[in-house]
């Protein structure tokens, strides 16, 4: 069976399914006493918090985020306080109370849409575990593995990711998600294979055991038992904080963050640096334009994390899967091709200069080599119009990201305006194909291996070594080591990646010379589809 691989490898062992939601608890029977009742759900609330926080203090650094985030959403006040209304209220029992209670909550982010509409499945994840735990049965996810396994799951949710024992996951396979899931995200931070997208697996009878190659994005599901065989940790290999080819060209190895969450994260894993700063992650839940002060402290507590090192932070990038509460554009038709990104600062130049403002100040306070980039640039003027503007800020270093495709058909004019270029693969994989990134049915057009995609990234890396102008790539693209090293072929000069991943791109850099990252990148380009893409780069460089 095929579907979109994810996280390079191949591994093969017997399938175990992680178990589906529970079906939704009975309104009936009504409790004798209903403030008894209500008693309840606080507990169950706080056995699940405690749960997740004992997991969360074994997990690596990025798992244990995942899982304190759960944890403080399972003790959600408002959440535990509606869920005892409706029992006081309605009489509903406490596991009923807490399904109506948490699909409010859900039904409230589906409306908010976008990036917050992704937060539901962590919301029913929490509403899960605490039925689970009222109702005395197992909670849903991953069972106890009794020896090395393949995992099947339709969609794995972040806190069933975030503790994986790689030891014992010999791969992951998804019926749903895409390459951009917390599935891809952290199976390649573990180093074990992953295929998403398998439309069809999760109805195959007598499935007992699986064959997964992550580089084909292909399945083979067995009636009988297999030899088990592990994929090669990538993570395994030493990561010395210094990216570099094994013939010496430097490449950095910079993570993205959002947070000061992320900030640590990111220097755990020995990142060199910050190549995405997503300001607006940091305003996401802010209902008014923050004021420059505030702004500045917020910047300046990530910023100070990296004295001495590069970090490109990048103007509010609001819009389309990103809508921030006091940016209302109105309701557009086709938010993903609307006012968004550096378009809504041609609106409101004010707001993007005291952002500017901001963030020249953070620089000053914490000494780290602050460069800004805007997002969605589409022409030389704009680029300009931008550049213009960072400077007028007193920032030094300004650039500007190619994630449309007319920006990547205009790359030397570009080029000539800005310091440097950062490739958002994942709105420039969405734009070429004209595939919304965040629909499943589309994971395969999203891939990153797609030549399409490779060959508009080779246009701006050839131009960025022509013109000598660095090109970073700051997508989910980033973060797979083996595409890693193509788009360092392709003439990519530093790479950006969620931090987990830095230490198995970092490492893997190191494997081989430019001149065979050059030759992989020849065999991407020249592949009819992304599968055979991956075949090729994987026989050249093992
Ligand atoms: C991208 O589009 O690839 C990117 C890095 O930006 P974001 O994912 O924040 O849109
Ligand atoms: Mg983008």
């Known amino acids: 069976m095929s579907g979109v691989g994810v996280s390079s490898g191949r591994a093969a062992g017997p399938l175990v399914r992680v178990a589906e939601p529970l079906p939704d608890p009975p309104t009936t029977p009504t409790p004798a006493d209903p403030d008894s009742e209500a008693t309840r759900i606080r507990p169950a609330a706080e056995a699940v918090a405690n749960h997740l926080f004992t997991r969360a203090a074994g997990a ?7 899982l304190e985030t759960t944890a403080a959403m399972a003790m959600d006040p408002a959440l535990i306080s509606r869920a005892e209304q409706q029992v006081t209220e309605q009489a509903l029992p406490a596991a009923r109370a807490v399904l109506e209670a948490a699909d409010t909550f859900a039904d409230a982010l589906r409306e908010a849409g976008g990036y917050l509409s992704e937060r539901i499945r962590d919301v029913r994840d929490v509403r899960d575990r605490i039925i689970a735990e009222l109702l005395g049965v197992a909670p849903p996810g991953v069972p106890a593995l009794e020896g090395p396994s393949v995992l099947l799951a339709r969609d794995l949710a972040p806190a069933d990711t975030a503790d994986l024992d790689p030891e014992l996951v010999l791969a992951l396979v998804t019926e749903e998600g895409g390459p951009t899931s917390h599935t891809a995200i952290l199976a390649r931070s573990l180093g074990i294979p992953a295929v998403v997208a398998v439309r069809g697996i999760l109805s195959v009878d007598n499935a007992v055991a699986a064959v997964v190659d992550g580089e084909a994005g292909t399945v083979e599901v067995s009636d009988r038992p297999v030899r088990i065989e592990a994929a090669e940790h990538v993570t395994d290999r030493a990561w010395n904080g210094i990216g570099t080819t094994a013939d010496g060209m430097r490449v950095s190895v910079l993570a993205n963050v959002g947070s000061v969450t ?42 100070t994390a990296f004295t001495g090192k590069p970090v490109v932070v990048r103007t509010l990038d609001a819009g389309a899967d990103k809508p921030l509460p006091f940016l209302d554009s109105g309701t557009e038709p086709n938010p993903a091709l609307g006012v968004r990104g550096v378009r809504v600062s041609f609106e409101r130049t004010a707001m993007l200069e005291r952002q500017l403002e901001a963030i020249a100040a953070a620089a000053a306070d914490s000494g780290a080599e602050v460069a800004v980039m805007a997002p ?9 119009w931008f550049v213009e503007r960072a400077r007028a800020a007193g920032i030094r270093r300004a650039g500007v990201m190619v994630e449309v495709p007319a920006a990547a058909l205009s790359i030397r004019e570009i080029l000539g305006a800005v310091d440097f270029v ?18 499943g049915a589309l994971a395969e057009l999203n891939d990153p291996w797609q030549p399409a995609l490779l060959r508009m990234i080779a246009t701006i890396g050839h131009a960025g070594e022509e013109l000598g102008k660095p090109v970073g790539v700051c997508g989910e693209a980033a973060a797979d080591p083996l ?14 990646m969620v931090a987990a991943s830095v230490p198995a791109v970092g490492s893997a850099l190191a494997g081989h010379s430019l001149a065979v990252y050059r030759q992989a990148a020849e065999e991407a380009l020249a592949a009819p589809d992304p599968a055979r893409a991956r075949e090729a780069v994987h026989a050249v460089l093992g």
């Open 422 to 439: 950062s490739i958002g693969t994942n709105d420039l994989a969405q734009y070429v194909f004209a595939a919304d990134r965040t629909l």
């Open 376 to 384: 969605m640039i589409s022409t030389v003027s704009e680029a300009i």
């Open 60 to 66: 690596g650094s990025a798992g244990r985020t995942i």
């Open 483 to 496: 595409l890693a090293r193509v788009l360092v072929g392709l003439g990519v000069t530093s790479l950006s």
């Open 262 to 303: 992320d900030t640590q994260t990111a220097v755990e894993a020995a990142a060199q640096g910050v190549g995405l700063f997503r300001t607006e992650f940091c305003y996401l839940a802010a209902s008014d334009e923050p004021d420059v002060d505030t702004q500045r402290s917020a910047y300046a507590e990530v910023l």
